[in-house]
């Protein structure tokens, strides 16, 4: 992997930034948490330089796909205990008590991947539900956690969760936040596959490379927002929908070189999603 991109306050003396940043060649940027020492618990900081980082994402058009991991041992095991002690104190850790938006995986027009290596829970585990594509290694424990600390299922977790593992399921998960194996996650849908710990990363970018070097990120971009959006939808609604999406994708310049590459039997060669394309999912899709 090359270009680290993010010059973020460092946290500590030799920590370095709360989320190291990587883009390889293919255009897969590494997104990982930075807090080993806490196993990467959420912070303040963390929170405002990672939406940071995905608007950076969403705007650059060589960045075709997003893995999003944790540095260490774990992913995310949630807010980190000081903001919550405080919190519960009636401290305000935002301004004028206004919480930033926790949905970017899920509403980023790019692919993006979880590579969870670890505990993941509370906002870890939104983070890591909101992604596309989930892989986990076989140790990984997941648990929303809200309530046994007195909390609701936060970030719309209540609305995604059941349209991933089923209702019956999600309802188990955020009623009793019991954790959850790796094993487990695999046969209930919560994760697409099981990795060993050595292989998660690479297993991670080299799928999200896939996406990268062979996709339209246009179509992707469309596809991801059709997947959402047919959730809250008959089927009629979401058939008529995609007949308009289809009129539009045709005369995209991605459909004319999807075509000539698989008959010329060469790779693709898509332009990139960038800032000036990055709303069109939303208007053609909504």
Not at 32 to 59: C, G, I, S, V
Not at 143 to 154: D, Q, Y
Not at 254 to 272: A, H, K, L, T, W
Request: proline share 7%; hydrophobic share 40%.
């Amino acid at each position: 992997m090359t270009d680290t991109r993010a010059e973020a306050e460092p946290q500590g003396a030799d920590e370095g930034p709360v989320i190291f940043d990587e883009l390889t060649e293919d255009g897969v940027l590494v997104l990982t948490l930075n807090r080993p020492e806490r196993h990467n618990a959420w912070t303040l900081d963390m929170e405002l330089l990672y939406n940071e980082l995905f608007d950076r994402a969403e705007a650059d058009p060589d960045v075709r796909a997003v893995v999003l991991t944790g540095a260490g041992r774990s992913f995310c095991p949630g807010m980190d205990m000081s903001v919550l002690d405080a919190a519960s104190s009636g401290a305000r850790p935002y301004p004028n008590d206004q919480l930033p938006p926790r949905v970017r995986p899920l509403v980023c027009p790019k692919p993006v991947i979880a590579a969870v290596n670890g505990a993941c829970a509370g906002i870890g585990f939104n983070q890591a539900v909101m992604c596309d594509v989930r892989f986990a290694v076989p140790e990984a424990k997941f648990a929303a956690a809200f309530s046994r600390r007195g909390l609701v299922a936060e970030d719309g977790v209540a609305w995604i969760l059941p349209r991933v593992v089923g209702y019956g399921r999600a309802s188990d998960l955020l009623l009793s936040s019991r954790p959850v194996t790796g094993a487990e996650a695999l046969e209930i849908g919560l994760v697409n596959r099981l990795v060993e710990p050595a292989d998660m990363l690479a297993t991670a970018v080299e799928y999200a490379s896939e996406l990268a070097r062979r996709c339209s990120p246009y179509a992707m971009s469309l596809i991801k927002r059709q997947v959402q959006d047919d959730q809250a939808r008959g089927f009629l609604d979401g058939h008529h929908d995609a007949v308009a999406l289809l009129a539009k994708a045709k005369k995209a310049p991605d459909y004319r070189e999807g075509v000539r590459s698989f008959i010329e039997r060469r790779p693709p060669q898509f332009s990139g999603l960038g800032e000036d394309q990055s709303g069109v999912a939303e208007e053609t899709a909504g």
